[in-house]
């Protein structure tokens, strides 16, 4: 497959097709290809984790020209949202889909699009998902917990919050000019990291990502204190799929759940 | 009765509520002489639209001990859908402050009509007496003091942590 | 598929030739029949023009035997009787206190989950092209004119099929069976039902203007579903023509009898030669 | 640093009776910022006001807090004293100290403690407030008029006589509505055409209307006092300047026998046509779908040759033109329940039992109307369909699909009742030994002399009324037989009628329901246009600068229509009393650098108000993509702000830093 990759990336180049190839180098690092030779740098392996997406809102990427973007089944999700937010065009951009069985990434267990669906050109083939592992989660497992037991473990998961914002530089769906985090005028998230702040940014953040958040679990991976930052992510995508039945980024045409309403919206919890 | 018990926990109340149905319940209330507890301080918005579920943290970060949010019923929204939006928000909002574990019991949605100000006393009264009953928020006011890392261990955490909490 | 089946006091006494047909078509299409044990009278218009409460009871126990033998749904071929088990099931279902009540009435406890079917409902859970596919003999030549009476659609909120006032599904059925419908203007008018014994003239007369007007549009036989109707129309057609001294002869057929005979049932399996006017 | 005044007041012992009004100024004067802070038995009184203006003259202040009773009572009195003493007057707050806190509670002690809270809320909010603007907004003092119908007729004329141009578009080859093809009118029996026909030549000759007939409003675009809209003329074939309506070509069409819309289906007309002799404008149009030179574009063409003027034009296209206007007047009426058919929303398919459509005897009222008129297909004379013969026995059959949710509409169509007495007195002055039937459920007559014009019907006219419905129709020996019942007889009817006439019910104009969306106007489920305000603001709607009247709006009889047509017209030239409208400028604003495109807002806007929009530099150079709003249509609900993640939406009077300042203020 990475052979196939090169060819394909030094053809979308030196046809001129694209200036930009986003794509996996060594060891799965991101790697921005903009001469047909480098295509040679390009690698496809079970280290090729990040999702690239994020590049594509990035000003200095832009710049480069016009791209052409590797991506996995569960990377593209986020191309679906960022199309919908009108953060891309999605006509003048190239997808390179990887047909994927896994990188090894805990998401991929329950990964449920393997094969890309609405790329330009499928790398590979790969088999139909199988069914997600039975069986508690994560989420099940805190959710099973006491109100009071779930604060007392994000206490100690915040407390370890130095506020890097890493979470939010991975995320393809983070693409705020001025993150509201920034805003001084009111500051509206105490910007200390104290477990005030903390808790204020990290309940901004998921929600900032409610019914959009594509699950790629970018955001725990970077986190350098270890937070299960996706498990509040997740919980939002279970309600967004109970109430709504939407899930980000898996239909093109589905229209977005903010910004909408709807009469039969549930207000069992209004008095 | 509003008299406070002497020395009784006086909970502190922040209702966020529209301009054109809860305020003037409220006002209606007045009026008629319908008598509540004073712990709740109003904040006027145009609209339930407006209200961000940020004010409803910082209600939290000063120190309140329960929150309203108050609109106009389904149908009767001054600008139409303002409410339908808001309505939407707190559907899901919901679901995060759960899985964090915060004490949703302190936040309260309600519809009153500016016809509404029996139900406006009503709220105010049941809205207080729970939140009395419950005591001070003192898991939440309690993270304004704490510094970070004698929080607690990373380990208190981790245990639950299994690798497809990654997800 | 197997019914419940309500016969109702007519297709036990006068009727029975139209249980006959009701039963041979039936079975004929691989519909089974299964009586409901301890059935009782349905009240008819006796019961609510007497007393509210009885005309609720009795088609309540109905109900609730049938429910007891864990039918779904059940066929009354007598329109009167699925009115006013129809009826009865609708109070019951939407009133909990009168549920109970009439639970305590009849001795039996029920939530009224059993639904009721008419004659043509039942061709219609067939399916008509099912029926269609079956039909060994097509009625050619026949041209019927369908005649609901009172009581198969209305009142509408009761009955919930078809168009109360300009009905087509027993046309439909017809058509299936290869035969033709005539467009005429009695479908839904009455033929003096139980003024049989009560004022047979009035009877009469609606009768007579019935098959005159049946006949003027071309019909060559009536279709009914209903035993009062079919009653009035064929045993008291001769009372007609000697009161009118106007020749009808005109053959009423039970919808069940041409969906039989379409099946190549015999008349007689069919009870139809036990019908007063038989021209065959 | 801000200086603030506040001002407490006792309300006579409204306030001061549970608040401690001396303690709790004594108390806000110690706060930062606030210069000075007095207490006043009245202060919305003449002298409390003086009071207030004198200390921001002499403490020079910039902003103002008033602790007194509901700002719904007295924001507005308070802004306009501040205003005269040179505050700005959104830079005034107020403290609900009564409704809020002296009127619903007793304990002195608490309710002072809440009293100074809710002032130090507002002396928070204040600091923040910034001074704003009323905004502007240029209105084209212009007039859009959708509909030619009597109530688009009065609006029209109205606007233009009070001074300004007025744009009118009628989708039919001519104005005049159901109108003009009524006979007579109740409840005076006057000529429909003799008081329509001389406001239609106005309309025609009017300096100010310009009129587009077979025309539609194609797109809708602006908002309140500025809106572009697009109307599709549709091909005619006919050059109405040249053409001098003589008439030479329809006499000359050999296509002679088609239904005639003007006359439902009861006359005919030729291909090339004027729907009726009093046509606003007096040109024909050719009917392309019986044309034979149009259809087979050969042939034929003699309409063309015998037109001296040569106004004919087959190779005519389809045309869109564009025009300005401020305000929009939507006329667009009503028509008839289609009966026993499909109705335009798919809906009820209810009365094949009257065999309309089957029979050519049983006929709607308004072809009636054309039976009874004068200058109607019979030229007055009531006659049956099918043979010509004069009907001894009419059946009228009201609440055809109205009042009726089981088979039709569940709303009362409120004319009927009138005009079925019309036609039953008509009848009758017109078939001297003929018998007038009326199948109603009850009698509506409400309105001046309708009740009077009801009776004389039945007493003079001697129209047979049965209160009760009727279940079929039917031919039988070339007479229609009616069979229905008299409930309060308690007996079933069956009348042998030569004519049976249907009173439809009224339900909206076909295609309202599009003009709607593209007006941002809301409609109810039969597609009725709904009003902002059932009893204060009738004839205005959701989206700000479009009015409407007549039967659109709900059915109605030709008074109402036209009142309401002057109320809709009325409101359209108090717009154009000013140059410029001003509106509240507590609206919403997009800090268009920091915004990131995702356009949420744009989404959410219940007005639509939220444009995506390029911010370029001063050169006209591309920067990025924003969204924009419009403060034209802005209503201020701020919703954009709460769903705008990097919170670059805001709104003015109500901004993120007033109100967490007051927020933060309970600490």
Not at chain 4, 8 to 15: A, L, V
Not at chain 4, 357 to 385: I, M, N, W
Request: proline share 5%.
């Amino acid at each position: 497959m990475t052979e196939r990759l090169r060819q394909t990336a030094a053809r979308l180049l030196s046809e001129g097709k694209v200036q930009l190839v986003i794509g996996y180098g060594a060891a799965g690092r991101p790697a921005l290809i903009t001469k047909a030779e480098d295509a040679e740098k390009l690698e496809w392996n079970d280290r090729c984790l990040a999702n690239l997406a994020v590049y594509l809102t990035r000003k200095e990427v832009k710049a480069l020209g016009k791209a052409a973007i590797v991506v996995k089944g569960c990377d593209e999700r986020a191309l679906v949202v960022l199309e919908k937010e009108s953060q891309i065009d999605r006509g003048a951009l190239y997808v390179i889909g990887m047909a994927c069985d896994g990188v090894g990434a805990p998401k991929c267990g329950r990964c449920q699009v393997h094969t890309p669906r609405f790329a330009d050109e499928v790398i590979g083939t790969q088999a139909e998902p199988p069914a997600p592992p039975a069986g508690p989660n994560g989420l099940d497992r805190l959710m099973a917990k006491s109100s009071a037991e779930r604060w007392a473990f994000w206490n100690a998961e915040f407390a370890r919050c130095v506020k890097c914002y890493a979470c939010r530089q991975v995320c393809p769906l983070c693409y705020c000019e001025r993150c509201i985090a920034d805003k001084n005028r009111p500051v509206v998230i105490d910007t200390s990291a104290t477990p005030k702040g903390n808790f204020a940014w990290h309940i901004t953040r998921a929600f900032h990502l409610a019914a959009r958040c594509v699950g790629c679990g970018e955001c725990t991976r970077a986190c350098p204190a270890g937070i299960p930052l996706g498990l509040l992510n997740q919980s939002l995508a279970q309600a967004t799929e109970a109430h709504f039945g939407y899930r980000p980024g898996m239909d093109r045409q589905a229209e977005p759940v903010f910004g909408a309403w709807s009469p039969a919206d549930k207000e069992d919890f209004i008095g | 009765m509003s008299e406070p018990m002497p020395m009784s926990f006086e909970p502190k109340i922040i209702a966020f509520v529209c301009n054109w149905c809860t305020y003037l319940g409220a006002d209606l209330a007045g009026t008629n002489r319908l008598e509540y507890p004073p712990n709740v301080r109003i904040i006027r918005l145009p609209c339930t639209g407006r209200i961000d579920f940020n004010l409803l943290v910082k209600a939290f970060e000063i120190g309140a001990d329960a929150v309203l949010v108050s609109g106009c019923h389904p149908g009767d929204c001054h600008y139409t859908a303002g409410n339908f939006h808001a309505r939407r928000r707190w559907m899901l909002f919901r679901s995060l402050l759960e899985t964090l574990g915060i004490e949703t019991e302190r936040i309260h949605f309600t519809w009153i009509s500016a016809a509404e100000g029996k139900k406006f006393q009503q709220v105010i009264g049941e809205i207080t007496a729970t939140a009395r009953a419950m005591g001070p928020y003192a898991a939440y006011q309690g993270l304004s003091q704490v510094q970070v890392g004698q929080a607690s261990t990373p380990a208190a955490g981790l245990q639950t942590r299994q690798p497809e909490d990654a997800q | 598929m197997e019914l419940g089946y309500y016969p109702g006091c007519a297709l036990h006494g006068t009727s029975n030739d139209y249980e006959d047909s009701v039963r041979a078509c039936l079975d004929a299409l691989g519909v089974g029949l299964k009586e409901v044990n301890d059935w009782i009278c349905c009240g008819a218009t006796a019961a609510h023009s007497i007393n509210h409460k009885l005309s609720i009871a009795l088609p309540a126990r109905n109900l609730a035997l049938a429910e007891r033998e864990g039918f779904g749904e059940i066929l009354a071929p007598c329109p009167m009787c699925s009115m006013e088990l129809l009826k009865a099931s609708d109070l019951v279902k939407s009133d909990a206190a009168l549920r109970q009540e009439m639970g305590r009435i009849v001795e039996l406890d029920f939530e009224g989950r059993t639904s009721v079917l008419n004659l043509i409902q039942v061709f219609q859970k067939v399916g008509l092209d099912t029926i269609k596919a079956a039909v060994k003999s097509p009625l050619e030549g026949l041209k019927a004119a369908c005649y609901y009476g009172c009581l198969l659609t209305r009142p509408p909120e009761t009955l919930r099929f078809d168009d109360c006032e300009r009905p087509s599904s027993m046309e439909a059925v017809i058509a299936a069976l290869g035969g033709t419908a005539v467009e005429w203007n009695y479908k839904t008018e009455c033929c003096g039902a139980g003024m049989t014994l009560a004022n047979t003239d009035i009877v009469l007369d609606l009768s007579h203007k019935i098959l005159t007007n049946a006949a003027a549009h071309g019909a060559n036989c009536v279709v009914v579903a209903c035993p009062m109707c079919h009653v009035n129309l064929d045993m008291k057609q001769a009372d007609i023509e000697r009161r009118t001294a106007v020749r009808h002869g005109m053959t009423i057929y039970y919808l069940s009898d041409l969906v039989g005979r379409a099946l190549g049932l015999s008349d007689h399996t069919l009870g139809i030669d036990r019908h007063f006017v038989y021209g065959g | 640093m801000a200086r603030i005044g506040v001002f407490t007041c006792w309300c006579g012992e409204n306030i001061a009776r549970t608040v401690d009004v001396e303690q709790v100024s004594a108390a806000l004067g110690q706060l930062p910022g606030v210069h000075c802070s007095l207490d006043y038995k009245y202060m919305c009184s003449e002298p409390g006001q003086s009071l207030i203006q004198e200390k921001i003259k002499s403490e020079n202040l910039d902003a103002v807090v008033v602790a007194s009773c509901s700002p719904h009572m007295h924001l507005r009195t308070f802004r306009k004293t501040a205003a005269n003493a040179g505050v700005n007057p959104y830079r005034v707050e107020m403290a609900n100290i009564r409704e809020h806190c002296s009127w619903v509670h007793h304990d002195r002690a608490t309710a002072t403690t809440k009293a100074i809270d809710l002032i130090r809320m507002s002396v928070a909010k204040v600091r923040w407030d910034e001074p704003l603007e009323p905004i502007k907004v240029p209105v084209t003092r212009r007039a859009l008029v959708v509909g030619g119908g009597v109530a688009g007729i009065q609006a029209a004329l109205d606007i233009a006589d009070g001074g300004y141009e007025v744009v009118l578009v009628e989708r039919e080859p001519s104005i005049g509505g159901k109108m003009a093809g009524l006979s007579e009118t109740f409840p005076t029996l006057d000529c429909s055409q003799c008081i329509l026909t001389p406001r239609m030549v106005e309309v025609g000759q009017h300096p100010r209307i310009k009129l587009y007939t077979y025309s539609e409003v194609e797109q809708v675009e602006g908002y309140l006092g500025n809106f572009t809209i697009t109307i599709r003329k549709k091909a005619r074939y006919v050059d109405t300047k040249s053409c001098t309506g003589c008439g030479d070509c329809w006499n000359a069409c050999p296509i002679k026998r088609n239904p005639s819309e003007f006359d439902y289906g009861l006359g005919m007309r030729p291909a090339i046509y004027i729907p009726f002799p009093q046509a606003v404008p007096a040109r024909p149009v050719i009917d392309k779908e019986t044309c034979t030179r149009i259809k087979k574009g050969k042939g034929c063409g003699l309409c063309e040759k015998k037109c001296l003027t040569h106004s004919i034009h087959f190779d005519d296209q389809d045309e869109l033109v564009s025009e300005k206007v401020g305000a929009v007047v939507v006329a667009t009426g009503f028509k008839l329940y289609s009966i026993g058919q499909q109705q335009d929303d798919g809906a009820t398919t209810g009365y094949g039992e009257y065999g309309y459509g089957k029979f050519k005897d049983v006929v709607t009222s308004l072809q009636f109307e054309r039976l009874l008129s004068a200058s109607g297909p019979t030229g007055g004379r009531v006659v049956r369909p099918s043979d010509g013969k004069e009907p001894k026995n009419v059946v009228f059959l009201s609440c055809v699909g109205s009042r009726d949710d089981a088979k039709g509409l569940p709303y009362c169509s409120k004319i009927c009742c009138m005009y079925t007495a019309k036609h039953a007195m008509l009848y009758k002055h017109k078939v001297h030994d003929g018998q007038a039937h009326v199948f109603y459920m009850d009698i509506r007559a409400g309105g001046k002399n309708y009740e009077e014009f009801v009776r004389r019907a039945i007493e003079q006219d001697g129209a047979r009324y049965y209160r009760g419905r009727v279940s079929r129709i039917y031919e039988e020996n070339g007479k229609l037989v009616v069979r229905g019942a008299d409930t309060l007889a308690g007996a079933p009817v069956t009348i042998e009628a030569d004519l049976v006439v249907l009173a439809a019910a009224v339900v909206p104009a076909t295609g309202v329901r599009d003009l709607a969306r593209k007006l941002n106007v809301g409609y109810d489920q039969y597609g009725f246009l709904l009003e902002s305000h059932p009893k204060l603001r009738p004839v205005e709607t959701s989206a700000a600068g479009v009015f409407i009247c007549g039967a659109c709006q709900a059915p109605k009889d030709i008074p109402e229509a036209v009142a309401q047509a002057s109320a809709a017209a009325s409101k359209a030239l108090i717009m154009f009393g000013h140059e410029e409208l001003t509106r509240e400028p507590e609206v919403a604003r997009i800090d268009e650098k920091n915004c990131a495109a995702c356009f949420t807002c744009v989404r959410t806007c219940p007005y639509h108000a939220i444009d995506k929009a390029e911010l370029l530099t001063p050169r006209g150079v591309f920067v990025k993509r924003t969204a924009r709003v419009n403060p034209g249509l802005c209503m201020g609900c701020g919703t954009c702000v709460a769903v705008c993640p990097s919170k670059s939406a805001d709104l003015a009077g109500f901004t993120e830093q007033e109100i967490y300042a007051e927020v933060e203020a309970l600490v």
